[in-house]
């Protein structure tokens, strides 16, 4: 079981900070859920510069892109490409 002062790496900056200074980040957006899950976090700063618009859809888009399976640059130029096709479609 973690404990408050256990110390937490800020996945943004990599930071180490005590967990009760850092705040709770869920990939998915849904910091309410709490049964089995293991949340990531972020220092104060990093959460401050988070953004607080809706995400949804992303997780499913970086999958498709690639994310963690193909080399960084590659997976940059097939998201970059899946996002120009979601804008041209709605406009
Ligand atoms: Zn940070």
């Known amino acids: 079981m973690w404990a408050d ?6 996945i943004a900056c990599g930071d180490t900070t ?7 980040y869920d990939k998915h957006g849904d910091r309410w859920t709490r049964t089995d899950k293991e949340f990531e976090y972020l220092c104060k700063p990093c959460f401050r510069r988070l953004t607080k618009h809706a995400r949804d859809g992303l997780e499913a888009a970086l999958d ?13 130029a097939r998201f970059l490409d899946a996002t120009r096709e979601d804008t041209a479609e709605r406009e």
Request: aromatic share 4%.
């Open 5 to 10: 002062h256990d110390p937490v790496t800020c």
């Open 64 to 76: 498709d892109a690639g994310a963690g399976r193909v080399p960084d640059d590659e997976f940059l």
């Open 18 to 24: 005590a967990r009760s200074d850092a705040r709770e």
